[in-house]
């Protein structure tokens, strides 16, 4: 899975994949929610763990992993 976490006040997302189901990772942000105090805990999948305070979460988007492509497009050369 790919976590994109967007964060108050700061311009960039935190972006991390994980081993973790959609249904592990919906549960942890509700259980981080659940609690002002509360810490969002997510291990990425190769074992570094990422914590990041519930008061400051602004957004988290939870989606399949995309393949990376390569490759060469083509592009008309003018004359």
């Known amino acids: 899975m790919e976590v994109k976490i967007g964060v108050q006040n700061v311009a960039r997302e935190l972006s991390i994949e994980t ?8 549960a942890a942000v509700r259980k981080a929610l659940a609690d002002p105090q509360g810490m969002l805990t997510l291990t990425d999948n190769k074992g570094r763990e990422i914590y ?23 592009v008309p050369v003018p004359r």
């Not at 081993?19 to 919906?26: A, P």
């Open 19 to 26: 081993d973790q189901t959609m249904e592990e990772v919906g």
């Open 52 to 74: 990041v305070p519930s008061a400051v979460l602004a957004y988290v988007q939870v989606g399949e992993s995309e393949v990376g492509r390569v490759g060469f497009g083509t």
